[in-house]
T-cell receptor, first 117, second 109 residues
Framework: GAVVSQHPSWVICKSGTSVKIECRSL??????MFWYRQFPKQSLMLMAT?????????EQGVEKDKFLINHASLTLSTLTVTSAHPEDSSFYIC?????????????FGPGTRLTVL | AQRVTQPEKLLSVFKGAPVELKCNYS??????LFWYVQYSRQRLQLLLR??SRESIKGFTADLNKGETSFHLKKPFAQEEDSAMYYC???????????FGPGTRLSVLP
């Protein structure tokens, strides 16, 4: 089956620094990737849809200048949390879209835990 | 190792028929279990979680720790239920998600 990886799996950073999280589709090309955020004891929240070669589409309430998304190739999307603050501490998951004949199938990465001190 | 399996990649049923989407898991501890649904070309949505023991859109799922299963059921399928369904687990803090491969449900008229 298709595999999606994320790197790093866990990162700790100081407040005010920027952190980049990578999402890769290892054995397929994904024109569309999604970034989710997981708050403790809550559901996944879609942050943005990342489209290869074009600007990401952000969900309402998500700051595009804070959460920079770059989908530079068909196998890589990056999420950069700029000027991170403790409230950005969360679990971030990406998924990649694999179009099928009649529907799209999503494959999820293992997630990245971000802790901002 | 943490793992979620959904043995059926595709499941077709007729409208009005009962439907059961299977989900089994392996986890060292007490996970939280979820079902997510994705309708055609729409965003992923939470359908239900085991801790709330609720019924959404007529779907229910019971956590069976003995069988390590969390099967999703609905007594009478509707055409609008056609979608991709993902079973997932997380730790008790709602982190470290593991998703199953998904089951495509097709409800035929």
């Amino acid at each position: 089956g298709a595999v999606v990886s994320q790197h790093p799996s866990w990162v700790i950073c100081k407040s005010g620094t920027s952190v980049k999280i990578e999402c890769r589709s290892l054995d397929f090309q994904a024109t569309t990737m999604f970034w989710y955020r997981q708050f403790p004891k809550q559901s996944l929240m879609l942050m943005a849809t990342s489209n290869e070669g074009s600007k990401a589409t952000y969900e309402q309430g998500v700051e595009k200048d804070k959460f920079l998304i770059n989908h530079a190739s068909l196998t890589l999307s990056t999420l950069t949390v700029t000027s991170a603050h403790p409230e950005d501490s969360s679990f971030y998951i990406c998924s990649a879209d694999l179009p099928r004949a009649a529907y799209n199938e999503q494959f999820f990465g293992p997630g990245t835990r971000l802790t901002v001190l | 190792a943490q793992r979620v399996t959904q043995p059926e990649k595709l499941l077709s049923v007729f409208k009005g028929a009962p439907v059961e989407l299977k989900c089994n898991y392996s986890y060292s501890g007490s996970p939280e279990l979820f079902w997510y649904v994705q309708y055609s070309r729409q965003r992923l949505q939470l359908l239900l979680r085991h801790i709330s023991r609720e019924s959404i859109k007529g779907f229910t799922a019971d956590l069976n720790k003995g069988e390590t299963s969390f099967h999703l059921k609905k007594p009478f399928a509707q055409e609008e239920d056609s979608a991709m369904y993902y079973c997932a687990l997380s730790d008790t803090m709602g982190q470290n998600f593991v998703f199953g491969p998904g089951t495509r449900l097709s409800v035929l008229p």
